[in-house]
C-alpha cells in the first residue's frame, strides 16, 4: 500500500496509460480522481476499482480550459480533503508535415500536453505544498527524438519535459517533487488505431531492443515509483520507459556479431 492516503488526479484516465496508472495506484491505497473529456469511459475505468476495493471518483474535465482544471482540483479537494499527488497524462496528437502545419493544428498540440499540464500544477501548487506531494509528468520519446509529421507533438513533449526540470528547481525547497516519464510504444488504443494488423505490430516490436510492445502497467508502475516515496529523493529526473528505443544508436549495416 505504497499511496495509502494519498489523493490522486490522473488526466487522461480513461483508456491506455492513465487508466492502467489510475488502477495500479488505487490498488496501492490512493484515493483517485479520474479526469478526462469523455466520462463514460471513465465511469467504466471507476467502476472497475471499486469491484476491486478501491476508491475513485471521475471528473469530466477539459484540462486545456483553466477553469476546467480550477474546478477539478476544487472537486477533488472538497471531496477527499487534499491532493497529494498529481499524474498529468492527458495528451492530443494533430499530426502535419511542417511545411503545411497550419497555425491552428500546431497550437493543438500544445493546448492539452503542455497548457493542460501546465494550468493543473499551477492549480494544484497549494496543496502540493501543504502536503509535500509529487507531479509526475507523462512525455514520450518523440519529445527526444525527432519523427517525421509529429514536430507539434515532439515540440510540445519536449517542453513538457522542460516544464517539469523548471518546476523540481522552483518547488524543491517546499518539497514538492516533479518528474517526469518517457513512454516509448504501448499498447493502448491509440497505438492500436495506428498499428491495428499483427505484421505492423510485429514490425515495430522487432525494431525495439527488448523486441517487443509495452504493456500500460509497465509504464504505471514507473509512473508509480515517482509518485510514491521511494522516489522521495528524486526530482527533476526523467524516466524513460521504451524497451531500449532511445538507447539504440543505429550503426546502419555494421553487424558485429
Known sequence: MRLANKVVIVTGAGQGIGATTARRMAA???????????????????????????????????????????QLVAATVQTYGKLDIVVNNAVLMVPGMLASHSTKAWRQNFLVSLDGAMFLMREAYPQLKLNKGAVVNVASVCGMLGSVG?????????????????????????GVRVNTVIPGVFLTPPTLGLMPDTESQAATAKSLPLGRIGDPVECANAILFLASDEASYITGAELVVDGGRTAELNTGTANWD
Open 150 to 174: 509529429t514536430a507539434g507533438y515532439s515540440a510540445a513533449k519536449a517542453g513538457m519535459i522542460s516544464l517539469s526540470r523548471s518546476a523540481a528547481i522552483e518547488w524543491g525547497k517546499q
Open 28 to 70: 496501492e491505497g490512493a484515493k483517485v480522481v479520474l479526469a478526462a473529456r469523455r466520462k463514460n469511459l471513465l465511469d467504466e475505468v471507476v467502476a472497475e476499482i471499486e469491484a476491486a476495493g478501491g476508491v475513485a471518483m471521475a471528473y469530466s474535465c477539459d484540462v486545456s480550459d483553466e477553469e476546467s482544471v480550477k
